[in-house]
């Protein structure tokens, strides 16, 4: 018996392969809001040094208040500099980006591919670089925190009273705390628990959880290991005394601050190859520019690059 044709359509599988699907550029996982990144101050850096000088004593620094008749007995008195000053040195994070002519020619709509391929190779080093500036082993913040900045949580997840003493570390302008999310986290339960429930504010359309009026801004570069991490919290600025991100403006192929993006040519392959390089450092001023709160319990999670882990 012949199949009645007015029964008959044409099916959803094949009218699709007519049809423009609607395309995305690349998603990539691991890209983050890099806070640390946007909220210090880059200061820029004349052929890759930074020297950072400081005071030699400053308790020999003589003054004195005293009556007009005994303007005689005044201090004399010179502010005496370190004569062998820090220098900091620009590191690089570097990577070379390999792309076929052929795919770059011929599948480059609606998406070009040099582009794309640029863009999220460019996005994993800077996602790099906020890594790097907390655990460079050279100018890394945590790895630059003097011992009297350093303290324990008194309970082990973080507390009101924790954070209080970090404050009191840091107490001349401090501008923000640096914290992964779930160490955020524990801290709101553990400040509503309490019933002092941390406010919440708005910066660059964000939400961020605040205590005694400082943000508390989450980062996952900021490890967890054995349910364990770390908060900061930083004073930023030059003219405050601060901590710094430092960069070198003028670069060569120049598609960012610090960051350099230079065609290397093609092989005899075909091949084409970019030399992306970001050229960054970080100093901290003073020693009470940034004190750290260690022990801080929140669970066995992941580091930054995502690797969970019990």
Known sequence: MAENPSHLALGDLAARQLANATKTPPQMLGITPRWLVHLLPWVPVEAGIYRLNRVKDESQVLTACSQPEDERDLPETFVNYDETPREYYLSAVTTVVDIHSRVSDLYSSPYNQ????????????????????????????????????????????????????????????????????????????????RGVPPPTINMFGSPFLTWRGIPLVPTNKLQIQDGKTQILLLRTGESRRGVVGL??????????????????????????????????????????????????????????????RK
């Open 247 to 308: 960069y070198q403006p003028g670069l060569p192929g120049e598609y960012g601050m610090g960051l350099s993006v230079k065609f290397m040519g093609i092989n005899r392959k075909a091949i084409t190859s970019y030399l992306i390089s970001l050229y960054c450092s970080l100093a901290v001023l003073v020693e009470d520019a940034v004190a750290v709160l260690e022990n801080v319990e929140v669970g066995k999670y992941h580091d930054y690059k995502h690797e969970y």
């Open 114 to 193: 040099v582009t794309e391929q640029l863009r999220l190779a460019i996005e994993t080093i800077k996602e790099r670089q906020e890594a790097e500036l907390l655990y460079n082993p050279d100018y890394g913040l945590l790895n630059n925190i003097a011992p009297g900045q350093r303290i324990s949580t008194l309970t082990g997840a973080p507390t009101p009273d924790d954070l209080d003493e970090l404050i009191t570390l840091v107490w001349k302008e401090p501008a923000f705390f640096l914290a992964h999310p779930k160490a955020i986290a524990a801290f709101g339960r553990e400040a509503t628990r």
